[in-house]
């Protein structure tokens, strides 16, 4: 027995450490709160604010692009997307099964689409799985909401550009930002400039999205008034050289090579020699940038890198092709300019020459006799030019063909420019580690061997001949409006400036209106009192040896085609290129070209823009020795399938 | 002590007002149900404070007997809620009888060990008293109710504890435990107890499941700060981003509304009352009086402990109420009821 006392004492112990043990709790538990609620505070309330606060992104509309008539080329319009709120998606598999049936979309593939965003992308931003949807499939998607919550109907501006892939080149595309291009202004989400001019003046056009923090309750609906609302700014409005008429006859003009089966691909590119201003611009084929405006589905996408003509190639900025006879005129003015032959020098052809212990033909069987330059470049003959630059050297050919920028970047406000080749003795040393063989010099003087250019250098080098030594760069922003009316913009400086011997120049200048004018190669640009001025070349894409062993290969093995021009001769006001790539023939491009001088001149007369020509019009001369290879139909620009666009 | 119980009640009222109040404004109807909890409830308390406790506890074996009656009819009869059987339809009034055993077993413990004329609890005086803890607790965990099953056995443990058990056995218990543990884990757990437990350890394994409700209690009471978001002025509880925040999770609703100031007052308020429960087990004129008190205040304070650590998102999330404060009939009944008790061996420890 234990007394009562001793019981009592024992009670009074043991409750007194269960005393201690519960202040203890209560001490750390308060000191538990403390850390959470005042030091960590900062924190949690931005982790509360972002459970209730939701920020939706109001895309701001991108600049519009306007012609140099104020003809508007590229717009927005509005479209809807529809986008699946996975915060709010109790079941996503279950939410993807509904809008499958409700939009009218493949149940798998939308799954996959969603999956891919599920494991590259945040919760909180909703995941789009329509973009520019059909009323339809927005009629439907509102008519479910109640079932459906998690599914967001929003109105977003888009791209809008021409139809028939105008310029599709020039414009570019637009699309979601990569991880690389965030940054600077550029948020997650964004749409930004992937190409063209919608890249290079990014920053200029897109704009400045606004914002909507609206209240959420935990189902992610909104509740109440928005906290704050930033509307969206607009991209500034931009006008640009080009001349819409004359881009579509630039564009018509290739049409109709097109559909003739001359040729699918090629480019022009125009400019207003004295500025440097682009009037049109052209690379074929094209694809339609409408495709990208809202997401570019994978169909489209596979069937244009697929594509052996490789549409998305800008073939006026990164094609490298031989300039052939072109070229004449550059190793014509090198020896003048260098004191080594006058306008007045002839020389005999004969259908070939002898130099280095080897044989160069003439392209025409028999010769031309005797010739000065004058003649030699409305005639082409080679023999001339074999024995000129075979004078001078490849130095001074690479001198002067510089000066008028072959085979040096044009600068053009476009991305990705390619740079051709004039060689020259230095380039062989650093690049081939091995002298330079005066034989070589020979093919040079005719634009062949190691000679490549690209479109828009031949632009601006028709330009430089056409405005007496000033190697403009080419260019498209003309002037801008960023809110307070249009400003209009400086041409950007030439590269270089030469003064050209006026007289001299002129032997050149003669030659080129009689390639058009007199019994040249380029008669069919001929346009009755414009004194049109121009030189035809007809580039081998393979040697004449190699073309034997190659012909069994199905490839297109046919020349290629340039036409380079100025008009009027004497005080020119466009110059341009037109490349036919498999065009046969010189005058094939002379003939796209008529069509394109015929507008430019109807416009600045104040005439009726002539109707687009036709097949019979352009009169292409398909004779050839050699086969045409089998065409194989080619994907017609389809307007983008706007069911699954989520890339 | 009466007046600080009430304060309580009175600040759980206010969250439930504040966290249920229809969107239109004004009152809900659990608001209205949780008043008439609390005037049942003082009633409950006026009468376990007027029949003298000796009195009860001689009773206590009827009352203990009609307990695990009531239980075995909850698993017969009971209405099913969110997955578990837990409550007998009583017309108005769903009646939860696992939240009055807590009160009985004190009673019956009490007078166990209470009547015990050694001052030294053997090990068959324990194991007999773990055997009446365990009948209802077993038919409570049928339910299942874990949670209310487990704080049964604190009662056990205190009355235990108190009445003189040797440390040793308190030793050897806690080994067992230990050795248990991972048997436990693999044959008595539900699933999806066992994810509350493992989400505890890595909540945003499962953000938007189980780990949800942790992760939210914590931003609910962080994003409180010292001073609180202001009555009704609770983002998270509002918006109903933290689950239940008029039931389970009331203390975070609190936390968010008044901030540190107002759990420090909630905190000083509970603790005020359990010491000054414990001053009664102290001054209570017999064993049995001691150990009841002791029995009433042991699940309570372990629910008060375990519901506020759970609050700030520091324990497993588990079906447990927060006495006195929290939505519930039965509970406040129940626990106003013990209090009951209390007040009622303090009151009687001049009295022969």
Partial sequence: MVAPTEDRRRISARVGVLQGGVIVFFAALAICFWVLQVVQTDKFVEMANSNYQRTLALRAPRGVLYDRDGRVLVENRDSFTISIDRESAKDLDRTVGMAAEVLGLDRDQLKQAVDRHIRSEPAYRPIIIVQDASLQQVAHALSRQRELPELLIEEVPTRQYPSEALAAHLFGYVGLASEKQLGDGINQGAIVGQQGIELTYNKVLMGRDGVRRVVVNSLGREIGDPLEEIPPVEGNRLQLTIDYDLQKAVEDSFKVAADTGLTDAGAAVILDPRTGEVLAFTSQPAFDPNAFASGVDRATWSALTGDELRPLNNRALQGRYSPGSTFKMAVGLAALEEGAITPDFTVYCGGGANFYGRYFKCWKRGGHGRVDLNHAIEQSCDVFFYTVANMIGVDKIHKWASLLGLGEKSGIDLPNENVGLVPSTEWKQRVMKEKWYAGETISVGIGQGAVSVTPVSMAVYAATLANGGTRVTPHFLKAVDEGNGWEAIPAPPPHSKVALNAKKLQAIRDGMWGVVNGGGTGGRARLEGYDVAGKTGTAQVISNEGRVAAARSGKDLRDNAWFVFFAPRDNPEIAGVVFLEHGMHGPNAASVTRHILDTFFAKRDKRPVPPPPTAEMMRFDFSDSFPLPPRRPRPSLRQPDRTVAAR | ?352
């Fill in chain 2, 1 to 352: 002590m009466v007046s600080a119980i009430l304060a309580l009640c009175l600040i759980g009222l206010g969250q439930i007002y504040s966290t249920t109040s229809p969107a239109g404004g004004g009152a809900s109807s659990i608001f209205y149900t949780q008043i008439w909890a609390i005037l049942l409830g003082s009633i409950a308390l006026v009468v376990a404070l007027s029949v003298d406790y000796r009195s009860l506890a001689d009773k206590s074996h009827f009352i203990y007997i009609a307990i695990v009656l009531l239980l075995m009819g909850v698993l017969a009869f009971g209405v099913i809620r969110g997955g578990s059987r837990r409550w007998i339809d009583l017309g108005p009034l769903n009646l939860q009888p696992s939240e009055f055993a807590k009160a009985t077993l004190a009673l019956v413990l009490a007078k166990f060990f209470g009547e015990s004329r050694r001052g030294v609890i053997t090990r068959v005086d324990f194991a007999i008293a773990a055997a009446i803890v365990a009948l209802p607790l077993l038919l409570i965990a049928q339910q299942p109710d874990l949670g209310t099953a487990v704080t049964l056995v604190p009662v056990l443990f205190a009355v235990a504890f108190v009445a003189g058990m040797p440390m040793r056995i308190f030793g050897i218990l806690a080994i067992v435990g230990l050795l248990a543990a991972p048997i436990a884990w693999k044959f008595a757990l539900q699933d999806y107890q066992k994810e509350r437990i493992s989400t505890f350890v890595n909540p945003s394994q499962d953000a938007r499941g189980a780990g949800y409700q942790q992760i939210q209690a914590r931003i609910t009471v962080g994003s409180g700060g010292p001073f609180g978001k202001g009555f009704k002025g609770g983002t998270q509880g509002q918006l109903r981003f933290l689950p239940v925040a008029h039931n389970d999770f009331i203390f975070s609703a609190l936390a968010e509304e008044h901030g540190f100031v107002g759990v420090v007052v909630a905190l000083g308020l509970y603790l005020f009352v359990i010491l000054r429960s414990l001053e009664a087990a102290k001054l209570a004129k017999d064993r049995l009086g001691a150990y009841l008190v002791l029995g009433v205040l042991a699940s309570f304070t372990f629910q008060v402990i375990y519901n506020i650590t759970m609050s700030a998102g520091l324990a497993p999330v588990k079906g447990l109420t927060l006495p006195l404060m929290s939505y519930g009939g039965s509970s406040m009944i129940a626990t106003l009821a013990g209090f009951g008790l209390i007040l009622n061996v303090r009151m009687r420890r001049f009295t022969n």
